[in-house]
């Protein structure tokens, strides 16, 4: 059995900085790929920052810029560095691991509020 669990949720003012993580424990003994996915209220998932298990790392472009996605592979952990945040990234994000068998666990989801 898989668990990713997440940090603990974050209400911040529009411009300010958050960070996420997310650690991988069980019985997954290597990883190929971590990912950010985020929904909104009525909106579909939105994959947005991946991760590859070599350091390379891709970004949609509604977050390029101010989001960095990085990782501990010895933990595998997973982390989100989010800085000037807007409004619109409100949403619930969740992570993402595929194991070296490409089998994709998710984690509980951490609810992000950007409000003043």
């Known amino acids: 059995q898989v668990q990713l669990v997440e940090s603990r949720r974050g209400l911040v003012q529009p411009g300010w900085s958050l960070t996420l993580s997310c650690a991988a424990s069980?019985?997954?003994?290597?990883?190929?790929?971590m990912g950010w996915y985020r929904q909104a209220p009525g909106k579909q998932r939105e994959l947005f920052a991946t991760?590859?298990?070599?350091?390379?790392?891709n970004y949609a472009d509604s977050v390029k810029g101010r989001f960095t996605i990085s990782s501990d592979n010895a933990k595998n952990t997973v982390y989100l560095q989010m800085n000037t945040l807007k409004p619109e990234d409100t949403a619930v994000y969740y992570c993402?691991?595929?194991?070296?068998?490409?089998?994709?666990?998710w984690g509980q989801g951490t609810q992000v509020t950007v409000s003043s």
């Open positions: 993402s691991v595929y194991s070296g068998t490409w089998r994709e666990y």
């Open positions: 069980g019985s997954i003994f290597s990883i190929n790929l």
């Open positions: 991760i590859t298990s070599g350091g390379m790392t």
